[in-house]
């Protein structure tokens, strides 16, 4: 099969499509055809050679797919040949077949197309356990940085779908106003006193949960912003791993800070995440309380134009690299 990989690190020019072997499903497992590959940032990261994937798994880059499942590996059930499938990986996701252990399967969301449905799942996965991490709840002020970006704009919905007031950080004004659309309260120029901005919109009561991408370069700044009681979880290090935490600060305002990871977490708490998705967001999908994420399709041959859009200004959204049009193309379930 054909499989994308960056055997030197480097630019987009170091993506090369590889013919390597098929995966054969082991027990637990299941062989899916990839019909679209979700793009994620950790993706440009590992082509760099910054996040290589965990030990056991291929160097084939590639989070999320959607796809059919092609064959079942000893003792799986609940899943047969044929049917229309999202899969969340360590890695391996840029290919024409992926296996998965069973659990990190879940069905696409009703009535969105399959090709699209592939950027979905490793950004609702993200944001609905981080979030429960952060015990977001209905009247809190939520603030998402970099919110028209893939896992920024699940997040701005996500908060509103729960009852929250929504407070975001982008870089121009196409993304601002995109963010809007999505529903932010307010959307915030993080070129500007961003802080200053919160702090004035929220009556100096501050972000209850920060959604964090920007690591060391906002540490200060996120501590500022936070509410008396705040939680900010750190998923990217966009600005850096290293920063100084005034611990003063977050003492006074009984705050707390967690970084989490979702790709090197055990199989078994993919599974419940994957099942969480399944159970709570796609309701939310099927009910319009959240639209599919402004999604870019880019033909699989084209993986290094697709890096160099995730990379460009004015990106938004998720782009996926479609494997095989033929499957995914007019694939749209309903919500019956
Ligand atoms: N830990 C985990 O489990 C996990 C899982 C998924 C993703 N992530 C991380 O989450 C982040 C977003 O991933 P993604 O796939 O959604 O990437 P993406 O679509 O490329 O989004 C990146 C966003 O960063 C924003 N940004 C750039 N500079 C900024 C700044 N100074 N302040 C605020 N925002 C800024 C960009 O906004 P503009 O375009 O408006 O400039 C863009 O929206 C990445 O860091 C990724 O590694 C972590």
């Given at each position: ?48 050679g910054?996040?290589?994937?965990p ?13 059919v ?18 899969v ?15 659990g ?5 969301p ?38 028209a ?28 106003d ?38 060391a370069q ?27 935490l ?18 090197f ?42 890096h ?21 193309a ?5 919500t019956e």
């Amino acid at each position: 099969m054909h499989a994308i990989l960056a055997p030197e690190p480097g630019g987009p020019e170091a993506l090369r499509i590889t013919e390597v072997e098929r995966p054969a499903p082991g027990p637990g497992e299941v062989l899916v055809r990839v019909v679209a590959a979700g793009v994620n940032r950790a993706d440009i990261l590992q082509r760099e050679g910054h996040y290589p994937p965990p030990p056991g798994h291929p160097d084939i880059i590639g989070l999320e797919v959607s796809g059919v499942v092609a064959e079942l590996g000893e003792g799986v059930t609940g899943w047969r040949p044929g049917q229309e499938c999202l899969v969340l990986l360590a890695a391996g996701g840029y290919a024409e077949y992926v296996v998965a252990p069973a659990g990190q399967l879940v069905p696409p969301p009703p009535g969105v197309d399959l090709v699209e449905a592939a950027g979905l799942l490793e950004v609702a996965a993200t944001v609905v356990s981080n979030m429960d991490l952060a015990r977001l709840s209905a009247g809190d002020v939520l603030l998402v940085h970099g919110g028209a970006g893939g896992v920024g704009s699940f997040a701005i919905q996500y908060g509103k779908a729960l009852g929250c007031t929504v407070l975001t950080t982008a870089g121009s004004a196409e993304n601002l106003d995109y963010c809007r659309a999505l529903g932010a309260d307010h959307a915030i120029d993080y070129h500007g006193d961003w802080v200053a901005t919160v702090m004035e919109v929220t009556d100096r009561h501050g972000a209850d949960v920060i959604l964090d991408i920007m690591g060391a370069q906002y540490l200060p700044l996120n501590v500022r912003a936070l509410a008396v009681g705040g939680r900010q979880v750190t998923i990217g290090l966009q600005g850096g791993r290293k920063g100084e935490l005034d611990l003063g600060a977050l003492l006074r305002k009984r705050a707390s800070i967690h970084a989490t990871s979702l790709r090197f977490r055990p199989v078994a708490e993919k599974a419940a995440i994957c099942e969480r998705v399944t159970r709570s967001v796609w309701p939310m999908l099927a009910e319009g309380l959240i639209q599919p994420l402004h999604t870019q399709r880019v033909p699989f041959n084209e993986v290094r134009r697709a890096h160099e859009l995730m990379a460009a200004p004015g990106h938004r959204g998720k782009i996926v690299l479609v494997v095989d049009e033929a499957s995914g193309a007019g694939s749209t379930r309903r919500t019956e």
